[in-house]
Structure formats: structure tokens, C-alpha cells
């Protein structure tokens, strides 16, 4: 199998701010889950991002996630790479996660 990715792109992610210990454990490069959360009680289409070891960072952006919760349900193997964390600072106390989701197809 082509182990290179059909598309990449890079996209920030939503709810780190309820995820803050969680990222600062996190690496830049670390490989990401994609973790469909189908019955999520505010968004069926939405997708989890999570660290190898289980720990949620955050969530896909809600106007990003159906048509990757579409492309997931068919079939399509996708993932991510911990791309940036951003903030940390005295000005921008609050993490903020950037991600390279990369899409292989099925």
C-alpha cells in the first residue's frame, strides 16, 4: 500500500481551552486519532482528536467535520500530525493547537 497521503492540509481545532493539560503534554509531530463521536449531543458529525495515548485535545471545527464524518463513514482512512501549538506566553496564556490532517482514501 501508498503510505503517502491523497491530501494534507492544516486546520486549527476547537475545545482546547477544556483541554489545556492535555496539550501541554503533546509534542509538535506527534501523531493524531480522528475519532468519530456519532452520538455527540451537540454535533453528530463530530470528530475527536486525540494523542496515541487516549488523551483528547480538542475537537475537528464543526464547520469542517461533516464532510469528514461523511468521508470516515464511507470508508476513508484519515489521520493526523500535531502540525503547531501555539500561545503559552504572557500575552497568549491559552494553548491552541494547529494539526496536518492527512487523508489516504479507502
Known amino acids: ?8 492540509f492544516v486546520t486549527g481545532i476547537s ?4 483541554r489545556q493539560a492535555e496539550i501541554r503534554h503533546a509534542k509538535a509531530g506527534e501523531e493524531l486519532l480522528l ?8 454535533d453528530r458529525n463530530a470528530i475527536k482528536v486525540c494523542r ?7 475537537y ?8 469528514l464524518a461523511d468521508q470516515i463513514n464511507s470508508g476513508t482512512r484519515m489521520g493526523a ?3 503547531e501549538i501555539r500561545g503559552g506566553t504572557r500575552d497568549r496564556p491559552s494553548l491552541g ?6 487523508i489516504w482514501g479507502k
Not at 500500500?1 to 494534507?8: A, I, S
Not at 475545545?15 to 477544556?18: A, L
Not at 496515541?52 to 480538542?58: A, K, T, V, Y
Open 1 to 8: 500500500m501508498n503510505d503517502k497521503p491523497r491530501r494534507t
Open 15 to 18: 475545545g482546547e481551552s477544556y
Open 35 to 42: 475519532i468519530r463521536e456519532p452520538n455527540n449531543p451537540h
Open 52 to 58: 496515541r495515548n487516549g488523551q483528547q485535545i480538542g
Open 60 to 67: 475537528i471545527m464543526a464547520g469542517m467535520a461533516p464532510r
Open 81 to 83: 500530525v500535531l502540525e
Open 97 to 102: 493547537v494547529a494539526i496536518r490532517v492527512r
